[in-house]
């Protein structure tokens, strides 16, 4: 088993949807818990980080956490065209970080 | 603007060649990164460093080496011992050298084999 799971996709809703993406992690250690967006053909860029259970919210984009089900969840509102990308989640603790394989998104218009 | 600054874009390595990927940042975080990414893959850590002239291997250093001799730069070789380089290689730093610190990246190198 992996130490974090990450469905591959590809997921493909339609525009204005509300996107729900998610990961598993085995360790209970682990404490803190990042979002990151990737477009095809450049760097990963940080969209949210989280260190406690509950709801973190940025504009359209919620990181939900719990640590009793060792589950995040990143939540897109309005979803747009342009939010169409790679979405990995990163999960650590303060000795490792381990990053899972990322979900494809795709947001039709 | 600060921000991470990788060249080249993309680099195709002949058999038996050691090749160097560049990595600038102008951030001025003490901690860089390398890290591997292929398809269907995690980000792989190869090395990091967390000061000038210290460096430590991370999950997959073999057939990687790395040097750190000013904060702003952070190259990666590949060399000839690693057998399979085609991926896509990313670098990225953080203010400081921990797990739970936020991590800037750049645009990454696409090596390939010719």
């Known amino acids: 088993q992996k130490e974090v799971e990450q469905d591959p996709g590809p997921l493909s809703v339609p525009e204005g949807a509300i996107v729900s993406l998610n990961c598993t992690y085995s360790n209970s250690a682990f404490q803190y818990f990042m979002w990151y967006r990737q477009y095809s053909r450049k760097g990963p860029e940080l969209l949210m980080y989280?260190?406690s259970s509950g709801n973190k919210e940025d504009g359209r984009f919620t990181a939900q956490v719990d640590k009793s089900s060792k589950y995040i969840s990143l939540f897109i509102r309005d979803s747009q065209p342009s939010d169409s990308a790679t979405y990995l989640c990163a999960i650590g603790s303060n000795y490792q970080l381990i990053w899972g394989a990322g979900t494809k998104l795709i947001i039709k218009p | 603007d600060g921000g991470i600054t990788q060249s080249p874009k993309y680099l195709f390595r002949k058999e038996g060649q050691n090749v160097t990927l560049s990595c600038e940042q102008n951030?001025?975080?003490?901690?860089m990164y390398w890290y591997r990414q292929d398809p269907g893959q995690g980000l792989r850590l190869i090395y990091y460093s967390q000061i000038v002239n210290d460096f430590q291997k991370g999950d997959i250093a073999e057939g990687y080496s790395v040097s750190r001799e000013k904060k702003e730069s952070f190259p990666l070789t590949v060399t000839s011992a690693q057998k399979n380089p085609t991926a896509f290689y990313l670098c990225a730093s953080s203010r400081y050298r921990s797990p739970n610190q936020p991590q800037h990246f750049g645009d990454g190198t696409r090596l390939s084999i010719l």
């Open positions: 989280t260190y």
């Open positions: 951030l001025n975080h003490d901690a």
